[in-house]
């Protein structure tokens, strides 16, 4: 089993930044594809940024040039860097995982560990 655990939220104004952080535990972040989703009250959840198979990062054009993902494999956590922040960025944002490489290859809404999510809110 891998835990997740996210943390980081909170209240921004908008224009400022914010970083959320994953901690994972039961498997190295190294050997997992990891992914960061959010979603807002009222709307379906939408994948904000995620590790590719190969190595590389996608992410929504929602958030694109804005938000940053990373790991920190020595302290076995991902990041998610969110700059100039908007009111539509306001959301209950979590983090998935999977380690099964099958499943790391389809859409990371098919991965099987999720965290229970931090809410960040943008306010004008």
């Known amino acids: 089993q891998v835990q997740l655990v996210e943390s980081g939220g909170g209240s921004v104004q908008t224009g400022g930044s914010r970083r959320l952080s994953c901690s994972a535990s039961g498997s190295d972040v190294s050997s997992l594809c990891m992914a960061w989703y959010r979603q807002a009250p009222g709307k379906e959840r939408e994948g904000v940024a995620r590790?590719?198979?190969?190595?590389?990062?996608s992410y929504a054009d929602s958030v694109k040039g804005r938000f940053t993902i990373s790991t920190d494999n020595v302290k076995n956590t991902l990041y998610l860097q969110m700059t100039n922040m908007k009111p539509e960025d306001t959301a209950m944002y979590y983090c998935g995982a999977e380690r099964d490489p099958y499943r790391c290859g389809l859409p990371s809404a098919f991965f099987r560990f999720w965290g229970r999510g931090t809410q960040v809110t943008v306010f004008s």
């Open positions: 590790f590719e198979n190969d190595g590389s990062t």
